[in-house]
């Protein structure tokens, strides 16, 4: 007998890409057209950050990993386009989207991928790392699934607060079968939290597929039924549709503190890091195949030019503005300090970077 | 001024940060019907509530890093290890998580949260319950490691740890949980990193930490009235941060020192303790550093056979004899 079912993918994803059918769902008829305008312009400018690292990445600027979103562009920006003040999110080391898309800068998240000390974490973290909880943004977890438990903390927070918020906490196909996935599902659906777990199923944990690493019964997100928790499959590919989807989530998160699960089948383009070779797993036919019908930037640009939103000049307009504003963060970062050596034994401990009279700790905390 | 246990310590000064702080919570396994596996927070859930005591599943790593998510947001939760052993199962959460994030971030998030419960062997409960961690996890930018030897200290440095705005790790020991001393009933704290002179001598310095304080305590009695010799016995209370200069001052004036441990040999804490006084304090030195170690194996059960691979009086004063030969 097979051990994994045949996937279940979404409606919508069964049939060739068309107009989308999540256009009128009230969540996107109430969006204004500057609101779409600027919807589309944050997944371009996702789309043109990442094709500009991987310039820098190949003029050897940027060390270690460097895990690129290009093509799932769809899924942060429709999750993320719904949150408000006390919504929260977390996600694993495929992560610079998530940032832009909370409002960080190209300039700072470019940096801190060459590792300036203008970088979003003063190059300290790199690009598996990247925080902004000015902005509700948690991370940028390097351990696969290790941010899960993270995420259902938020959301207990929340929630003990007593704040109407929640805590996104995204995850690859891959951290499904992580234990601290499974614990945090348990917690969440246990103390009825407000979370969405957003698994961004892009196929591959790193090399190996879905149907070599994971015993499914159809889906990933129908695990959520051995915790009675709530579950969708979404198309990743549709921002409307994932926006709509996220919004039932969401309303079942602020309203009733409950937990969800939300599938959203997506792809990328580049290997699992810029040193996967990305040759022995997959067929390049399957990566064109994605790029030519389904590329989420390219399937809402052709929605809002149907809707009369958008126009061809527009279109240009906006995608020139987002090259030249990821041509900047990359003389930006070129031009930013390197940390100084001073600079490696700082913010370890808060209390070392906060010495003042209400301080009660002493002894030696840096050892030589 | 009232004589309690050292688990009634650790009582008060969860009791006294919870009502004076609504962002503390208490939090593990067992901690709220049942009243604490070890009952150190025996009543805690009828006077604070399920909201403020918190009963979890078996799940380490779920609550653990559940905690530590909380504390991002200023939560300050006080975890419950019902033994330190089970932090091996949320060793990604106790270490990569909440020891690096503050780091990682650039100084953007810091983790308020306290993890406690007892680390300890001697209890005849085989391998797997009796691990003592604390060189493991001080070895960690990031975190904070304290080892309280008797009640005051216990609800000192648990007071001190649900205040710090970092990581502490505060490790106890069943033993101790009954040992009983006068503790002051009014607010007070031990101040992380501050090591504590536990008896005054001249001839030979005694550095140790946890259990192996009491152990040494009365290896010192034993050697002065047996052997005429006066050790002075310094109680780290806190692995990390670790206070250097009382060691040093101690030995110093000693001229001797005898590092004991209930750890195993191999980089347990005396090796960075013996590290410091060489490279300190070397000309000072009338003999080579002694120490004392658990034995070298996985924790034994044999009840017999356990309390000879701990460190035992007998032992510390055969050592201390070397040391003054």
Redesign the interface.
Known sequence: MAKNAVITHPESLKRPAGPSEYAKDPVNASLSKADKIALYTKMARVRHFEQRCIRTYQQGKIGGFLHLYVGQEAVAAGTISLLGKFD?I?TGYRDHAHGLLVGMSMKECMAELTGKVT???????GSM?Y????KNY??????VG?Q???????????K??GQKGS?LTYMGDGAINQ??VH??Y??AA?WDLPIIFVIENNGYSMGTSQERSTAHPGCLAKRAEGYNMAWDVVNGHDVYEVRAKTAIALKRAHEESKPTILEIFTYRYFGHSMSDPDKTYRDKEEVKGYRETKDPVFLFEKELLNEGVLTKELVESINAAAMEEADAAAVFADESPEPTLADIT??????E??RGPKT????????E | MAVISYREALRAAMREELKRDENVVIMGEEVAQFNGAYKVTEGLLKEFGPKRIVDTPISEAGFIGLGIGASMLGIRPVMELMFWSFSYVAFDQVVNNAGNIRYMSGGLINCPIVIRGPANGGTNVGATHSHTPEAILASHPGIKVVCPATPYDAKGLMKAAIRDNDPVYVMENTILYNDKAEVPDEDYIVPIGVADIKREGTDLTIVAHGRAVITSLKAAEILEKEHGVSVEVVDLRSIRPLDEETILASVRKTHRALLVEENKPFCGVDAQIAYLIQSRAFDELDAPIGRVSSIDAPQIYSKKLEDLQLPYPARVVAAALKVLA
Do not use: M, Q
């Open positions: 929260h977390i970088g979003c974490s003063k190059g300290k973290g790392h925080f902004a909880p000015d948690w991370g940028g977890h390097g351990i290790g899960a438990p993270l995420g259902t903390g938020l959301a207990y927070a929340v003990y607060r805590c234990g601290a614990e945090a348990n917690l246990l700082k913010h370890i401990y808060w209390e970077d906060n009660t700790s002493s002894g030696t905390i840096i050892f």
